[in-house]
């Protein structure tokens, strides 16, 4: 049976990463492992939450910052530097502006009702609710039914 229904993810990534993701085109979650971003399929939206400005520290941003849809079928690798080849998957991101978490932690599926509301990124990648990126979109000034693809049927 072929898996088509639209899927939505949130990746957890620094705020310099997710910067530096749309500027190529791509996503990379989990330390650069293959596993998770083959669990993505073409037209899947997906945005990324920063909890902070830099993977090493930096100032807390705990937002979403960059919302958009997986564009390729393939995920491919890459050399960043010698012995670390993180693997890639295309996402056609949307221009939008970050949108904090914390108005919305009581209105979102994946934060209503937890007290420890960031531990639910730490894995660095999760499946959303189609409601919850719906809520993200908007939150982002972004109509998720306007340059964002939908399931078909």
């Not at 705020?15 to 996503?27: E, F, M, S, W």
């Not at 719906?134 to 306007?146: E, F, K, L, N, Y």
């Amino acid at each position: 049976m072929l898996e088509t229904e639209q899927k939505y993810w949130v990746v957890t990534a620094s705020a310099d990463h997710a910067a530096r993701g749309k500027g190529l085109g791509i996503v990379q979650a989990c330390h650069g492992k293959a596993a998770p971003l083959r669990r993505m399929r073409p037209g899947d939206g997906v945005v990324i939450y920063s909890p902070r400005q830099a993977m090493t520290g930096g100032a807390a941003v705990q937002a979403f910052t960059a919302l958009g849809h997986v564009a390729g079928p393939e995920v491919w690798q890459v050399e960043m530097a010698p012995g670390f080849c993180p693997w890639r998957r295309a996402v056609e991101w949307v221009a939008a502006p970050w949108a904090p978490i914390r108005p919305m932690l009581a209105d979102l599926d994946l934060t209503r009702g937890e007290a420890a509301w960031g531990m639910v990124f730490r894995f660095g990648l999760r499946a959303l609710s189609a409601a919850d990126f719906a809520r993200i979109a908007a939150a982002m000034a972004v109509d998720s039914g306007a340059g964002l693809r939908q399931s078909a049927g």
